[in-house]
Nanobody
Framework: QVQLVESGGGLVQPGGSLRLSCAAS????????MGWYRQAPGKQRDLVVG???????NYADSVKGRFTISRDNAKNTLDLQMNSLKPEDTAVYLC?????????WGQGTQVTVSS
């Protein structure tokens, strides 16, 4: 079993920045895919950005140019740098680690963008 724990969420004003981090309890080397998802109240869980073990990232159109994902296999972390935040970015952000046949999810961290 691997546990994923997100941190770094909070309240930020529009135009501000936050950096989220997802720490794994064991090596993430075996995750062929990792990602950040978000879920706003009453809405479905949507992909924000995913990254393969080879480092290829795919971003949702709504965050391209503003968010940057980084994966550190040595530190067992997955980070998300979020810049130019907008109110519509408000959601719970969840970390995903995927192995063949199984997905691991964190509990999520709340991001609120409001003035």
């Amino acid at each position: 079993q691997v546990q994923l724990v997100e941190s770094g969420g909070g309240l930020v004003q529009p135009g501000g920045s936050l950096r989220l981090s997802c720490a794994a309890s064991r090596s993430i080397f075996s995750f062929y895919y990792m990602g950040w998802y978000r879920q706003a109240p009453g809405k479905q869980r949507d992909l924000v950005v995913g990254i393969t073990s080879g480092g290829t990232a795919n971003y949702a159109d709504s965050v391209k140019g503003r968010f940057t994902i980084s994966r550190d296999n040595a530190k067992n972390t997955l980070d998300l740098q979020m810049n130019s935040l907008k109110p519509e970015d408000t959601a719970v952000y969840l970390c995903l680690g995927r192995r063949p046949g199984y997905d691991y999810w964190g509990q999520g961290t709340q991001v609120t963008v409001s003035s």
